[in-house]
């Protein structure tokens, strides 16, 4: 079985985003990019800084609540039916719950080939990209730089800290090449002890 799904986590301005563009251009078959910015812009605007939606602070802290995680679910499940149609999928999320995030994932993914794909860049690094951006709450990318990381498990981690997204693209394709772990093992989408 060939990977299906590359799910990317990161923080804010890591740069998960450009590695998704490159992916895109570099892999010989077509790849959806399915980020979680896409999703949030989807939610109905009365969502958006609501206890039951999600919420973000002045110190670039996110909250999210019930109505919120019910549909994140979903959208989640209807990646992984994508998945199973046939669609090839790059996901861009940011763990925000990290180990419970991933796992949330997994059991979105349960079956389909994944490549896990930590995306890690220093926090003053994401934190000037998110000052050049202009488009982020200030603070985001500090807050979310390691704790996005608590606790999940990759297959491959990149570092866009000194390297550019078009070199952690290839790096990640490289990994496409290798035939899949078997079940049960990292690769495969289950939790695994470190």
Known sequence: MTVRVIVLNGGSSSGKSGIVR??????????????????VDALPARMRGADAGIA????????VGPQFRALDAAWARGVAAMARAGARIVV???????????????EAL???????????????V???RET??????????????????DGVVYDLEVDTTHTEALACARTVAA?????????GTRGSGRPQGR
Request: charged fraction near 20%; charge should be negative.
């Open 22 to 39: 490159c992916l895109q251009a570099l892999l010989p078959d077509p790849w959806l990019a399915l980020g979680v910015d896409s999703f």
């Open 56 to 63: 973000f602070a002045a110190d670039g802290a996110v909250t």
């Open 92 to 106: 861009d999320d940011v763990f925000l719950g990290g180990a419970a995030s991933q796992q949330r994932w997994r």
């Open 110 to 124: 349960d079956g389909l080939p994944v490549l896990w794909v930590g995306v890690r860049c220093e926090e003053a």
């Open 126 to 128: 994401a934190a000037a």
């Open 132 to 149: 050049a951006r202009g488009d982020r709450t200030p603070g985001m990318a500090a807050s979310q730089a390691r704790t996005v990381h």
């Open 175 to 183: 990994r496409l090449d290798r035939p899949p772990p078997p079940p």
